[in-house]
């Protein structure tokens, strides 16, 4: 019997269907559903009113992350060269609370976890980690980012970027569309408006286009960023995770997921984008016409500015009838935004009673607070002001710390002054400081382990001030009862009170040598100007307090008995058994090799020469080193024999300063 004419074509198109990928997923969500969201939230994120929000923007520090519950097909096999190709669309909003003020955007991931390790929130979009040299891995992200990084060398505030598995984009491009006529129109991605984006991943080809315009624009023809390069495999797995990421710290700044198209068999199905709904900055009746809502708005804006300067300005007579020291000054009006009222500070700390005293020292009292109308707690400084000296350290601390956001810096809230009386808000540390835990502190001690965690932290918020912002800050106080530990015992930089701000590349003027004893590097004493090498200096003192638990100088009884430190450190060294002077109280809790390289790491940041120690980047990797031996080259180090001698300039630096 002769076969089937159907037979050749049934074969053909099985044939055809054993052919195609095993991961063909083509989805389309014209919106979302909170009962059966057929996505998989992590963290914040969350499904209301049929649109996904990506952070919780109540919370300090939110990240939130919204994956597909299936992994996706990257690559025909893990072990495969060749990548495969998918189309994906989505319609996103981002709105700050103020316009002027926006947060980091969020970002279109591939990821091979769905909690990728070592994540941070803030300008790391709850994905990337801030290490420097991070590992490659399979993690591959498109940001579309609204507040500029010059950590990661953002080109400016709101622009596209492709990241492979770091924060510091591959290749970025301005956030807009090409018009049918070639022209460029600038897409502002943080007004609210609903925008449509577009991503294309050729796997044949290595490349991915992106583009993006308003809802309303018809898809242009040219890609917003197109980036190629081999090396987009080495960022890929077999089989990846597929969604959206987005983080926040201190700025409010609203991100959500209005619908999305995907599809790895073809282009993305069309969004219907006609019912989405729209969240824009509030806008005026459109019953009046431009010129009226513009006349009422000036009106009311000068008469509200008249009323508030009467006020002011009568207040401001009463109060300096009553005070004839009170004085109003430039700093104040640049400050004044951040100002509490001195009753405010009483009823918060109770009178500033000595029940709510913290601590004391060479700047004044700390007194812990509540903010009754928020139920916050606070730590409120109080600084001493004998002299004109005392309100040029208060201005250092509010003009640095004001505008610094880090996870491992003590956040400066607000101040206050009242005649003579100067105070810094601050959040309330719950732990203290490190001193507390590794002095004599038997019932409290920090085990190895804390102890790494806490040096870490501090690390990164040194390196924040040293390279993460626009501005060199010098803190110039780095010491271990100056490290304070927040409610889940990790570590942060408080008392800016000495911290010095200056450009990058640009010197320094001061000719006051400030600091602590124990904590100074020794070139200080003959040129008082401060460096990053000088804080360096004062955190290889505290990498070695934490290692040996022993204070920079203890005195004994006789001047001969007293030791330092360093130099205690450098002789056993020298006389290769480093490892002699760690902590006893922890022994056991680490390996000999680890121990050892952190004592090297501490003597290499104090090392005599500036020039050749260690930048806080590159103790960065070191600390961060999951195998701590194989994360610091011996380069690093520096010869630390050669220098022991040297060494001694600390005592002498310290007797010039008893001296003076």
């Not at 400084?381 to 000296?389: L, M, P, T």
Request: aromatic share 10%.
């Amino acid at each position: 019997m002769p076969p089937s004419p159907t037979l050749p074509l049934l074969l053909l198109l099985l044939f055809l269907y054993i052919s195609l990928p095993c991961s063909a997923l083509d989805f389309l969500f014209n919106s979302f559903n909170a009962t059966n969201p057929d996505i998989t939230l992590i963290g914040d994120a969350r499904i209301d009113s049929s649109v996904i929000h990506l952070i919780n923007d109540t919370n300090q520090f939110s990240l939130g992350r919204a994956f597909y519950p299936s992994r996706i097909r990257i690559k025909p096999s893990q072990n495969s060269t060749t990548l495969l190709s998918f189309s994906t669309s989505f319609v996103f909003s981002i709105l700050p609370e103020i316009p002027t003020s926006p947060g980091f955007g969020l970002t279109f991931v591939l990821s091979n976890w769905t909690d990728p390790p070592n994540a941070l929130a803030s300008q790391y979009f709850g994905i990337f980690s801030n290490a420097t040299v991070p590992p490659p891995a399979p993690l591959l992200a498109v940001e579309f980012d609204t507040g500029r990084n010059t950590e990661s060398n953002d080109p400016d505030g709101n622009h596209i970027g492709i990241d492979l598995n770091n924060a510091d984009s591959a290749k970025t491009a301005q956030a807009g569309y090409f018009n049918s006529s070639g022209g460029f129109v600038p897409v502002d991605m943080y007004a609210g408006e609903n925008i449509h984006a577009w991503i294309e991943f050729d796997g044949a080809n290595f490349e991915i286009n992106v583009t993006i315009a308003p809802i309303g624009v018809p898809r242009p023809s040219v890609p917003t960023l197109s980036y190629k390069d081999p090396i987009i495999a080495n960022y890929v797995s077999a089989d990846m995770f597929v969604g959206f990421s987005a983080s926040k710290t201190t700025w409010v700044e609203a991100r959500r997921i209005l619908a999305w198209s995907y599809s790895d068999v073809g282009v993305a199905r069309e969004i219907n984008t006609t019912n989405l709904p729209v969240f824009t900055f509030p806008s005026s009746s459109k019953s009046l016409s431009t010129g009226a809502i513009a006349g009422i708005i000036v009106g009311c804006l000068a008469f509200v500015i008249i009323f508030a300067s009467g006020v002011y300005f009568f207040w401001l007579k009463n109060k300096l009838k009553d005070d004839e020291e009170e004085e109003v000054e430039d700093w104040e009006l640049e400050y004044w935004p951040h100002r509490f009222s001195h009753e405010e500070l009483t009823v918060a700390t109770k009178g500033f009673s000595s029940d709510q005293l913290l601590g004391a020292g060479g700047f004044g009292k700390v007194y812990k607070g509540t903010i009754s109308s928020n139920n916050t707690e606070i730590a409120v400084k109080c600084v001493n002001h004998d002299s004109k000296q005392g309100l040029r350290e208060f201005m250092a601390e509010v003009s640095s710390m004001g505008r610094l956001q880090h996870k491992n810096l003590v956040q400066l809230r607000g101040w206050c002054r009242k005649s003579n009386e100067l105070m810094l808000v601050y959040d309330y540390m719950p732990n203290g400081s490190l001193d507390r835990y590794i002095f004599n502190s038997n019932n409290n001690l920090l085990n190895w382990q804390k102890r790494r965690q806490i040096l870490s932290d501090v690390a990164e918020g040194l390196n924040y001030l040293h390279h993460g912002w626009d501005q060199v800050v010098i803190h110039r106080d780095i010491k271990s009862s100056n490290i304070l530990l927040d409610s889940e015992m990790r570590g942060r930089v408080g008392d800016f009170g000495l911290a010095k701000l200056y450009s990058q590349n640009e010197v320094p003027n001061t000719t006051r040598v400030v600091g602590t004893l124990g904590y100074l590097a020794p070139e200080l004493v003959k040129v008082a100007i401060p460096t990053a090498a000088s804080d360096v200096y004062s955190f290889g003192v505290v990498i070695l307090e934490v290692a040996c638990g022993r204070r920079p100088i203890e005195i004994g009884k006789d001047e001969d008995e007293d030791m330092v430190l360093i130099e205690y450190a450098r002789d056993l060294y020298v006389e290769g058994r480093i490892v002699d002077c760690a902590d006893k109280r922890i022994e056991g809790e680490y390996s000999v090799e680890e121990m050892e390289m952190i004592l090297k790491l501490g003597l290499a940041c104090c090392h005599p020469d500036p020039q050749r120690r260690p930048t806080m980047k590159e103790i960065l990797v070191v600390l961060l080193g999951e195998d701590i031996t194989a994360a610091a080259p011996a380069e690093l180090l520096g010869e630390l024999a050669r220098g022991g001698g040297e060494g001694c300039a600390n005592t002498e630096s310290n007797r010039l300063m008893e001296s003076n």
